[in-house]
Each structure stands twice: as C-alpha cells, then as structure tokens.
C-alpha cells in the first residue's frame, strides 16, 4: 500500500484559516512570522481576520493557501499518524508547490516567492485579458474538447479545457465571449451544467502567456533539489523525479491544463490506495472518490 500526499489549489481558502496552527503552535507561528517577512504584509492577519472577498484576491489567495498547506502538514506527528511520509505527490494547481516542499524539492521560503510572484503575474495578466472559467458537468471530456475548438475555430476566441477535475467535471478556460458561447454549445449537447465561475481571469490557458514568462525568469533563477520522491505534475499527470524537468513543467503549467483526474489514476495504478489532502478544504478527497472508490481518503488541515 502506498501513500500519496495531495495538496489543494485556489479556491479553498476560507475567512479565519490557519488561526488554530497560529495560537496553538509556537512552530506554527513562527512560520507565519516568516512568512509575513518574506511578503512584506502580514498575510496572517489577513487569513485570520480578512473577509471572503479579501481571501480572494489572487496576490492573497494563492500564498494564504499554500502557507496553511505546508503548516498543515509540518504539523503531522509520525508518531501519531503512521506512515506520515509519503511515497509520492501531487498538487492540484497552485498545490503543486506545497508538494514540492513537501518531497523537498523546493525550500519552504523559496516556494513561498515563487508563489508569490506566480500570483501578482498571475493577476495583471487577468488584468490584460478579461476573461473567466466556467465548470461543465456531466458531458463527456472529449465532447467539451471538441466543442472548445469549434469555438475556437469560429470566433477566433482562445477557449480550452483547463482543469480536468474527475469524471464529469471539466473547467474551461477563455474569453468572456468564447466562454458564452461555449457554455450554451455545452448545454446543447447535454451537459447537466455549464457555469460561468467567479473568478476573474483564465487560469491553465494561452491568455496566461505573459505570467508563465514572468514565472518562467523566476523559476530558472531558483535552486531545485533531488526529490525524495515522485511528485505526478499536472500536465503530464505521470511520475517526474528529475529535478530539470519538474522545472519545465512548473513553468508550462500555467497555459497547459491540470489533469487531475489522469494524475490520480497515474498514482493509483502505481500503487497508491490511500490518499491525504494537506491543507485547507476537503475538495480533493470528494475529487479522489468520484475518480475512484476504491480507495481510502483523509484530510489534514
């Protein structure tokens, strides 16, 4: 039986996360402290006082998340939680950072900056190019593949598959025209759903072009390390070791899709049956059943 570790992107964030680390930890606080240094603003007042709507604000949001995910899980007890190392990772977007602390490729301040950075050029980038995400339920995946490119084709408007989340459920990326449009095909063609999300930009496609080269410059200037083990990185949703390519394709995920529900079947097929969600919000474990049953999910958060 192998343990994979799973770690949570953008959207699970939630006013007053990370205050019981914060009062109940003086390790905990510490890296909060650490944390506000490194940003220049105190990110933990923010977390524990701050309203829904300042969570979600992208600048805010993606370091809140990925903070508490790495004092989440530097708070496991071995002695406690058995097999609290794990075999391999994954991160579900922004997650995919926190795994890397977590397999130790990345440093714990070194991430923290590169998130960081990734989320102001992740936000004037949404600032260039108005555009949003939308959920498409119960239509088949390569239905909503094909109907992204005839939209594509006919508008001359970027809309692409962005997060393939588990059967059932793929987000879109695009424009605000393409994404229109490409909703009512998708209602036309039986999806149970297709809904416009509140988020203000196109996460995992081309029009995040102008971020991936700012976190590009970043990333390269950064010192990666050995992984201790795999991580499955979303956009090859298969087991990467190689320090250099886990680089590149840190730096492609922001225009390339995150395929998580390939990403966790990779895992299971080599060998994973029990998975943890480190971090804020259970998404991922509901995610993980609806990808496959059979397995067994818990959180830490």
């Known amino acids: 039986m192998k343990h994979a570790f799973v770690f949570p992107g953008q959207g699970s964030q939630f006013p007053g996360m990370g205050k019981e680390h914060y009062t109940n930890s003086a390790f905990s606080k510490k890296l909060f402290e650490q944390a506000n240094d490194i940003l220049g603003f105190r990110i933990s007042d923010i ?4 309203t829904e709507m300042d969570l979600k604000q992208t600048n805010v949001t993606q370091p809140a998340v990925f903070l508490h995910s790495i004092i989440a899980y530097k708070s496991i007890d071995p002695s406690i939680n058995a097999g609290s190392k794990p075999d391999m990772v994954a991160g579900h977007s922004l997650g995919e950072f926190s795994a890397l602390v977590a397999n130790g490729t990345l440093s714990f301040e070194d991430a923290l900056k590169l998130v960081f950075i ?5 936000q004037r980038a949404c600032e260039m190019n108005p555009s ?11 239905k909503v593949e094909s109907i992204c490119d005839e939209v594509l084709k006919e508008t001359g408007e970027v809309v692409v598959p962005a997060n393939y989340n588990c059967p059932g459920q793929l987000v ?3 424009s605000l025209k ?8 998708m209602k036309a063609a039986g999806a149970k759903r297709a809904m416009v999300l509140p988020v203000g930009g196109a996460f995992h496609s081309p029009l995040m072009e102008p971020a991936r080269e700012e976190l590009q410059a970043a990333i390269e200037s950064t010192d990666f390390h050995s992984p ?3 991580i499955y990185q979303n956009v090859l949703a298969k087991a990467v070791m190689d320090k250099d390519e886990i680089k590149e394709n840190l730096i492609a995920q922001l225009t390339m899709p995150v395929r998580w529900t390939q990403s966790v079947q990779a895992m299971i097929a080599d060998g994973a049956s029990r998975f943890t969600e480190v971090g804020p919000g259970k998404v991922l474990q509901g995610l993980i059943l609806k990808i496959d049953k059979t397995v067994s999910t818990e959180g830490v958060s």
């Open 172 to 174: 879109i990326s695009g």
């Open 132 to 142: 949003t995400m939308a959920a498409v339920l119960a239509l088949p995946d390569d």
């Open 118 to 122: 990734r989320a102001k050029a992740m």
């Open 228 to 230: 201790t083990c795999a």
């Open 178 to 185: 393409a994404i229109d449009v490409a909703c009512e095909r």
């Open 47 to 50: 977390m524990f006082n701050g």
